[in-house]
């Protein structure tokens, strides 16, 4: 018996520049290889903002699976905020709307020709992020073989009724979070498609070394480490002050460790510490020796630096009105949330004083990534749902 | 009391069409116990959908009606650029396009659903193929009800329509077959649904001897009760009549048919046309026959099946129309057939069981189309949709 047909459909894909839901993308491809002949469809883009054409159209190969590139047609407009201001306003039309996501683009109809054409040929047809182009109107024309991944979270956008029919009419829907999904079943009352939170595995390299990290960029004492684009959007701003805040009032010395790509400016000061992008060995030896990551992101539909702190028995400190950040660590009991600027420096105190404190909720978490994003259970997670959409379509 | 929002192509005194006319009977039924509102447009004719009706809020039945102008009716080219997309070449957009050109194209009532959908509890869409179902659903999929009243008919299978029969909280048919076909296509089996039919008034005072002295009708009838034209099947009709009359042991009969001609009549004794008749009178003509016939192809819900059978008279149906097939064979009302030979064979089973086959027909219709039946039919598609 020859294996079912899969098709990935996602808007960039290959060796493409930060994209958490494109990365997803390509280790869940990884995978579900074993058990199903995967294809994917995707743009010519690389980057996530112009969209340009950088990639030939075509069909080439990207760690050995098939990968149809389609020409974008039209990338981000050059009216794009407006377009999107005038979306989100209260008084907006439904040509406003459809304005908007073309100009977010990448606008790339012969994709859509393909999915119209081969998508029904094969078993599934596997669509990541909700909000671009490729699946908002892609997935309409598969709906009765689409599994939809919407790596969603709480944003004006996903509020335009033009995302409705995308998560309303795919077959089955694999959320990142218990949280996503209840945002979700709140915005669109569609708890009758079969869903189940599925996520990622995450995988941590052993020889972790805290040392080797501190020696390498001369870092004593006690530290915090943020990872992730430095961005005002992730509340970078926020937690800088915080912990200026913190340091300039009181005795207990601290540093903040920063890594990541740098899109805002960062206080000139010898405790906060910019090593800009690093290598994943440099991440893992720096999560193993922190005293917790911070994750001050609101808008988060799946932390996976998170996750990897867990799995490296490490806790979280994270904002209070993070629904699926702190949701998560509550659940996990892997960590703390602050509400305000002084609970953020009391609880980055206690977890320096209290070292068996910051261990038990790390090894806490530890557990809580075992359970649920471990690949063999999201494999099977997949396996399941895509059985079901077999099942319905026999 | 819930508040429901019906969408319909057209809704007035002037609309003559079997989906608006359902629209309406539900319209009025669920007024009964909830607060019912009509959003259409200022249409009238299905064809060109030309502006007959001021647009705005108006009364109708009692019921506030919001009618909303036709931007683009008909593209008169529609024939031509369907052809292409039905059965050549074209590129996934001309789909798109397809649905625009049929008309009606009616943005202002796309926009009220979405700045106003959000007041109702339910809202029931009529008819798939039209632009204000196609695009409406998709704006309030968690309260949209689809009467979608398809037929196994081409457009069925186009994209704008793939997501469309995934979205709504529920479906209500007018017929099992319509389900079938619909779950068919879709693999949708997992929305709720609900088979609707038809709700019946009681047929009222009828004279069967006063239609047949008007008309100078004797002896055995058949009855043909419709538009005579092509599309509804009379060229074959009165081809297997001719045939059915000519062979040897050929009992005397007439065939009368009763509509509007919009197709050459043979002109031979057994074969009477009486042109349309009032509605009045309807009653008295079926009942004054010994057979219905109805040799259409495609029909939605064979309506006049049910009232022949309100005053006991059998019918007789093509074995390949699922959905008359199906009724004839729910209620042990009638007879069908496969071709011209079959036919005849049909007719002379159902004249000489007439009562037997008359009676099983007016047991069915009473339990199936009385209005406390419909009613609890319609209630159920309600709670569907809104829990």
């Given amino acids: 018996m020859t294996a079912p047909t899969l098709m990935v459909v996602v808007q960039r894909y290959g060796d493409i520049a ?134 969603a979270h709480d944003e004006p956008a996903i509020r335009l009724a033009i995302y409705k029919p995308v998560f309303c009419a795919p077959r089955a829907i694999a959320f990142n979070t218990a949280e996503e999904r209840a945002m979700v079943h709140g915005l669109f009352r569609n708890e009758r498609v079969p869903n189940e939170v599925v996520g990622v595995g995450v995988d941590v390299p052993a020889g972790r070394s805290a040392d080797r990290f501190r020696q390498r960029y001369a870092i004593e004492g006690p530290y915090f480490l943020y990872v992730g684009r430095i961005v005002e959007s992730k509340q970078c701003g926020q937690l800088f002050d915080a912990f200026a805040r913190w340091q300039d009032s009181r005795g207990m010395r601290a540093t903040l460790v920063l890594m990541g790509h740098r899109e805002m400016p960062v206080p000139d000061r010898p405790d906060i510490r910019l090593l800009g992008r690093t290598s994943d060995e440099d991440k893992f030896d720096a999560l193993a020796g922190c005293v917790a990551l911070v994750q001050p992101s609101l808008l988060e539909s799946l932390s996976i630096i998170a996750l990897e702190a867990w799995a490296c028995g490490r806790p979280v400190i994270c904002d209070a009105r993070s629904p699926v950040v702190w949701g998560m660590t509550y659940r996990a009991g892997a960590g703390l949330a602050y509400r305000s600027a002084a609970e953020y420096a009391e609880i980055s105190e206690m977890l320096i004083a209290r070292p068996q404190l910051a261990s038990r909720l790390g090894a806490s978490g530890q557990s809580f990534v075992a359970r649920t994003y471990t690949w063999p259970r999201v494999v099977e997670a997949y396996l399941d749902l895509f059985a079901e959409v077999r099942a319905r379509n026999a | 009391v819930s508040d429901i929002l019906i969408v319909v192509q057209r809704f007035g005194d002037e609309v003559v069409g079997g989906s608006e006319g359902h629209a309406r009977v539900v319209a009025s039924r669920l007024a009964r116990s909830h607060r019912v509102e009509v959003a259409t447009t200022t249409a009238a004719d299905y064809w060109t959908w030309a502006p007959y009706y001021p647009a705005g809020t108006s009364e109708l039945d009692g019921l506030r009606v919001h009618r909303f102008a036709v931007a683009e009716g008909r593209d008169p080219e529609f024939k031509s650029f369907e052809a292409k997309v039905l059965n050549g070449e074209h590129a996934l957009a001309d789909e798109g396009e397809w649905l625009r050109r049929q008309g009606p194209h009616c943005p202002e009532l796309l926009e009220f659903l979405k700045d106003d959908g959000g007041r109702y509890d339910a809202v029931l869409f009529y008819t798939y193929i039209y632009e204000p179902t196609a695009l409406g659903v998709p704006i309030v999929p968690e309260r949209a009800a689809l009467i979608s009243t398809a037929h196994d008919e081409a457009p069925l299978r186009l994209a704008p329509y793939r997501a469309l029969f995934q979205l709504p909280r529920a479906f209500g048919f007018l017929t099992p077959e319509e389900r079938d076909l619909v779950h068919r296509t879709f693999r949708n089996e997992h929305i709720p649904y609900e088979t609707l039919g038809l709700g019946l008034d009681a047929p009222g005072p009828y004279d069967a001897a006063a239609f047949r002295a008007a008309h100078q009708l004797e002896g055995p009838l058949v009855l043909y009760l419709g538009q005579v034209s092509e599309g509804k099947g009379c060229d074959e009709l009165l081809a297997a009549w001719s045939a059915y009359r000519s062979r040897p042991t050929a009992r005397p009969a007439t065939l009368v048919l009763a509509g509007t001609l919009r197709m050459e009549v043979p002109d031979r004794r057994d074969v009477v046309a009486i042109g349309r008749i009032p509605d009045a009178e309807k009653y008295s003509a079926l009942a004054a026959v010994d057979a219905l016939v109805l040799p259409s192809r495609f029909e939605s819900l064979g309506i006049v099946l049910l009232e022949a059978w309100q005053v006991g008279t059998p019918a007789v149906v093509r074995a390949d129309n699922p959905v008359t097939a199906g009724q004839v064979a729910r209620s042990g009302g009638g007879v069908t057939y496969r071709d011209a030979r079959g036919f005849g064979d049909a007719l002379d089973r159902a004249i000489a069981a007439r009562d037997a086959l008359g009676s099983a027909g007016r047991a069915w219709v009473g339990r199936e189309s009385s209005w406390d039946a419909f009613d609890a039919r319609l209630a159920q598609l309600v709670a569907l949709t809104i829990e």
């Fill in chain 1, 18 to 151: 930060g994209g958490g839901a494109e990365a997803h993308a390509r280790a869940v491809v990884q995978r579900l290889r074993p058990y199903f002949n995967v294809e994917v469809a995707t743009t010519t883009a690389r980057d996530y903002w112009t969209w340009a054409n950088e990639f030939t159209p075509g069909l080439n190969a990207v760690d050995g699976v098939p990968v149809h590139r389609f020409p974008v047609e039209r990338g981000r407009s050059r009216d794009f905020r407006l377009r999107e201001r005038r979306a989100f306003s209260e008084t907006h039309t439904l040509a406003d709307e459809r304005a908007f996501v073309e100009a977010q683009g990448p606008v790339a109809p012969d994709l859509l020709e393909h999915v119209h054409r081969r998508g029904r040929a094969v078993d599934h047809v596997l669509f990541f992020t909700y909000i671009y182009y490729p699946t908002v109107l892609g997935l309409p024309l598969a709906p009765e073989r689409a599994v939809l991944v919407p790596t």
